[in-house]
């Protein structure tokens, strides 16, 4: 990555920080990644991104900006894509998803604040992290407690807005989303200039869930008997999907697609027969946060589908696009965000409905549900998702982690013995 | 006859036992681990030898946390899953919930028809493990078997802090304050006890009968004390601290190709 030093140093980057990153990840990424056998091909596109991370990405954005454009950054996967995109402007994610920009949020943080929190305030104010410079305006949103005090502190560093979610999800709630993403809307054409029309909307939309329906194309290849595609694979590709160009994202993952589709037809799959299937379910895994599916997949199980944002909560439901008007248009996206069934949400019954329905559609042998330590949201929900699998006969396995190192083997045997009691 | 070897590295203590074909107990060693598990092993396939019983020549099954450390093992399970068998084995019934205190980690593991069906175990932190005794122990400059024994005719003081380092500023300040002996000694079995019946109850469905494996089922206090902090009998066996490896003597039995 050592091409990009001087648009690092113009971002106003810590260089000597970040080049501890940049010596780790490689060798992170090789340990996990590249060790793999007999992975699709069609991989060496995400291995690529992953290798120019902080270089490739950034510099397109950088570019776009040039020409006028405004990157938005967002944490939370309700914060709707078409509006910035109506406006001509782009989103990136940015949740840090490694303990390296811990310490840096724990300066400001409470030592009690769950490690994605932590990790996403420490890449800002250390400035380690080149998308954490680039974003004009940070979107936040109302969902956990330790978000919303955090948007208070990074306000001090960068343009915020943030958009009220609601916490139900009554009719009423679903209009003030609405209403909220109206506002929102009207605050993306103040900071771009551009005006948001039903046409340009329209395209949005439509760019997004073209979109979301090539990574539920991947999802649907890995519910195959035949798994032709890691977890860990599925899991990078949902977590570049944060960062990408929502095209060429969709473009890369469906050309993905036929392959895994011409796999499973070949009978070719990763994994050896009788391979345990497991669902993860619980809190995000933000990039590059490989550990889980790590151990996973090196204690003879195989991860085949993630109820998380980075998993199922990022792309089912598509939303309406026969609607003609903004305020059409507005209620559509409102009524397709609130299907997603985060733990923010009360009650969230939807949420063990859905965990129910994916243990099934992608016939696995055991649920495990992870929870970011002093993630108190998930971490509570975890009793009636545990609660509902076993009366439903569904193995499960509760684990609390976070993104150190320092638990890894404790996990192992946990997971393993977990593996061994599937038979 | 056929014969199977199970092994246990646990954090301080290794523990081997040699099965025959019918399960009887025919051998069993205790070491302690050490600095290096591989080592432990090297001395463990000695005795081995010297007993007649080769690892390379018999199936042989590693557990415990230096599992991967036995060159000569056909394979590995964990403790959690040998334990369980273990403990079926010695006591077993239908159904059974196991309470495993070791040195470094405590397991509650439900068992049923001699396989494991649910477990729990403790995170990173060290309270209600043997490691929280021994440091307690130390402090008070007593082993932690006559730790457990002074518990029993102790009582009135409690530790309130969970965190192996906090209790022990606890343990140095209730000394300070002239507190006798036994009544400390109560506190930590205390502290202990009601950790691990917390743990326990996290497992639901009714518990069969309860039994304790693992260093401490040696210590009759700290099992009555379960008793009555978990309101059921909890059982424990002198063989009790080899479960772990009798579990994987068990697991040794799907090992083919070694017997003939
Ligand atoms: S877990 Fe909830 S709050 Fe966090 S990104 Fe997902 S939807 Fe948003
Ligand atoms: S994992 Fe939990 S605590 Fe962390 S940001 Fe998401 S909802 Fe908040």
């Keep these: ?423 | 006859m056929n014969y199977y070897i199970g092994i246990d590295i646990g954090s301080t203590c290794a523990k081997t036992v040699v099965l025959d074909e019918n399960k009887t107990l025919l051998l069993h060693l205790v070491q302690p681990t050490g600095w290096s598990s591989v080592d432990t092993a090297l001395a463990i396939q000695r005795e081995l030898r010297e007993a007649g019983f080769d690892p390379e020549q018999l199936p042989c099954v590693a557990t415990g946390y230096g599992r991967i450390s036995v060159p000569f093992a056909d394979k590995t399970v964990t403790e959690i899953t040998c334990h369980g068998r273990g403990a079926a084995l010695l006591h077993g019934g239908e159904e059974l919930t196991v309470i495993d205190i070791g040195g470094q980690d405590t397991k509650i593991i439900r068992v049923e028809g001699g396989m494991v069906k649910d477990f729990v175990m403790n995170d990173k932190c060290s309270a209600g493990t043997g490691r929280f005794l021994e440091v307690m122990a130390n402090t008070l400059a007593l082993r932690p078997d006559a730790l457990c024994d002074l518990a029993r005719r102790g009582g009135g003081t409690s530790i309130s802090s969970m965190c192996t380092v906090f209790a022990e500023s606890e343990v140095i300040s209730l000394i300070g304050r002239g507190e006798k002996k036994e009544n400390i000694a109560y506190a930590v079995v205390d502290s202990i006890v009601k950790k691990v019946a917390s743990q326990a109850r996290r497992l639901e469905g009714s518990p069969g009968r309860v039994c304790l494996t693992g260093g401490l089922c040696s210590c009759a206090y700290v099992r009555d004390a379960l008793s009555i902090e978990l309101r059921t009998e909890v059982a424990a066996c002198p063989e009790g601290r080899y479960a772990g490896a009798l579990g994987a003597a068990l697991s040794a039995f799907s090992i083919r190709g070694k017997n003939v």
Aim: proline share 4%; glycine share 8%.
């Design chain 1, 1 to 423: 990555m050592s091409d990009y030093v001087q648009m690092w140093k113009d971002l106003g980057m810590d260089l000597e920080t970040h080049d501890n990153l940049c010596q780790v990840l490689p060798t992170a990424f090789g340990d996990v990644y590249l060790s793999q056998e007999n992975r699709p091909e069609g991989m060496n596109f995400w291995d690529f991104v992953v290798s120019e991370i902080h270089g490739i990405r950034p510099s397109e954005l950088l570019e776009a900006q040039k020409k006028g454009q405004k990157v938005f950054g967002t944490f939370c996967v309700y914060v709707p894509d078409e509006v910035v995109i109506a406006a001509n402007g782009i989103v990136t994610g940015l949740c840090g998803g490694s303990q390296f920009w811990v310490p840096g949020g724990e300066k400001v943080l409470p030592k009690s604040t769950c490690p994605l929190i932590k990790a996403s305030v420490g890449a800002r104010l250390d400035r380690t992290c080149p998308f954490f410079r680039i974003a004009d305006m940070y979107v936040g949103e109302t969902t956990c407690d330790g978000k919303k005090k955090a948007w208070e502190i990074l306000g001090e560093d960068v343009p915020m807005y943030i958009m009220d979610l609601p916490q139900m999800k009554r009719e009423k709630d679903i209009q003030k989303w609405a209403e909220e993403i109206a506002a929102f809307a009207r605050k993306v054409e103040e900071f771009t200039g551009n005006a948001i029309t039903p046409e340009t909307l329209g395209a949005a939309i439509h760019t997004i869930n073209e979109k979301r329906k090539a990574l539920a194309r991947m999802y649907e290849a890995r519910k195959s008997k035949v798994l032709p595609i890691s977890g860990k694979d599925a899991l990078l590709v949902m977590q570049i999907a944060f960062f990408d160009d929502p095209v060429r994202c969709a473009q890369m993952t469906n050309k993905l697609c036929d392959e895994l589709e011409q796999r499973i037809q070949d009978g070719v799959s990763v994994f050896p027969a009788g391979t345990k299937r497991i669902l993860l379910t619980g809190t995000p895994l933000a990039i590059p946060n490989w550990k889980l599916h790590h151990i996973i997949e090196t204690s003879g199980a195989a991860v085949v589908c993630e109820e998380m944002c980075t998993g199922t909560r990022y792309f089912e439901n598509l939303v309406d696009e026969s609607q003609t008007t903004l305020e059409g248009q507005f209620m559509a996206l409102a009524q397709r965000y609130m299907k997603t069934n985060c733990a923010c949400f009360t009650p969230n019954t939807g949420r063990i409905d859905d965990i129910l329905r994916m243990a099934k559609e992608y016939q696995v042998d055991g649920v495990i549900d992870v929870n970011l330590k002093f993630c108190c949201l998930y971490d509570t929900e975890g009793y009636t998702v545990e609660k509902a699998l076993k009366e439903a006969g569904i193995p499960v396995l509760g684990i609390e982690t976070d993104y150190t190192d320092t638990d890894a083997e404790q996990l192992r045997t946990r997971v393993e013995a977990f593996v061994e009691m599937l038979g």
